[in-house]
Nanobody, 121 residues
Framework: QVRLVESGGGLVQAGGSLRLSCAAS????????MGWYRQAPGKQRNLVAT???????NYADSVKGRFTISRENARNIVNLQMNSLKSEDTADYYCNVVVRPTKWSEPTNFWGRGTQVTVSS
């Protein structure tokens, strides 16, 4: 199994910055894509940003130019630098990775438990 530990959430004023990190551990033969999703109260979970093994990134339109995703392959860490935060960025942020646990495994999705980000206006 793969365990994901998220950190870096908290309360910040609008216009401020936060940096989220997610460390994956466990049985990992190959780490494929890594990413962040968020879920605001009463809403569905949506993609924020993803990064693949070639460092190609994909961002939600609402965060382009403000958020930057990066990964540290040697330590199986994915980071999300969030700048110019807005009240509408308030949500629970979830780390997601796609992993092949063994060389015989199909790629499998794993989710973190989430970290809360609150942006006060």
């Amino acid at each position: 199994q793969v365990r994901l530990v998220e950190s870096g959430g908290g309360l910040v004023q609008a216009g401020g910055s936060l940096r989220l990190s997610c460390a994956a551990s466990g049985t990992i033969y190959q780490m494929r894509s890594m990413g962040w999703y968020r879920q605001a109260p009463g809403k569905q979970r949506n993609l924020v940003a993803t990064i693949d093994t070639d460092d190609r990134t994909n961002y939600a339109d609402s965060v382009k130019g403000r958020f930057t995703i990066s990964r540290e392959n040697a330590r199986n860490i994915v980071n999300l630098q969030m700048n110019s935060l807005k009240s509408e960025d308030t949500a629970d942020y979830y780390c997601n990775v796609v992993v092949r646990p063994t060389k015989w495994s199909e790629p499998t999705n794993f989710w973190g438990r989430g970290t809360q980000v609150t942006v006060s206006s």
